[in-house]
């Protein structure tokens, strides 16, 4: 199996898992979350919708310095 590439991935990927075909020939995938550091891949009834299953649902805060929180307001948006 090759090497997964993580390079610029925070610790889950979204991504469709091809899953076989349908008599017709078509593709059958499912919606979830690939681990960048296991390669485990996760998936919920809810596909993209839901939540990686370590991080709570609703969008996470990216983590900013204390130093750019205290000089946003003299930043010029110009």
Same mark, same amino acid.
């Given at each position: 199996?090759?090497? +997964? $590439? &993580?390079?610029?991935? &925070? &610790?889950?990927?979204? *991504?469709? $898992? *091809? ?10 995938? +499912? ?23 370590? *991080? =709570?649902?609703?969008?996470? *805060? =990216?983590? +900013?310095?204390?130093? !750019?929180? &205290?000089? !946003? ?6």
């Amino acid at each position: 199996m090759p090497e +997964i $590439q &993580k390079s610029g991935y &925070k &610790k889950f990927w979204e *991504l469709r $898992q *091809l899953t076989g075909r349908n008599a017709d020939g078509s593709k059958n995938s +499912i919606e979830g979350f690939r681990n960048m550091e296991t390669g485990e891949f996760h998936s919920s009834k809810d596909g993209w919708n839901g939540s990686p299953p370590e *991080l =709570p649902s609703g969008e996470r *805060l =990216p983590e +900013i310095s204390n130093r !750019y929180a &205290k000089n !946003y307001d003299s930043i010029r948006w110009e």
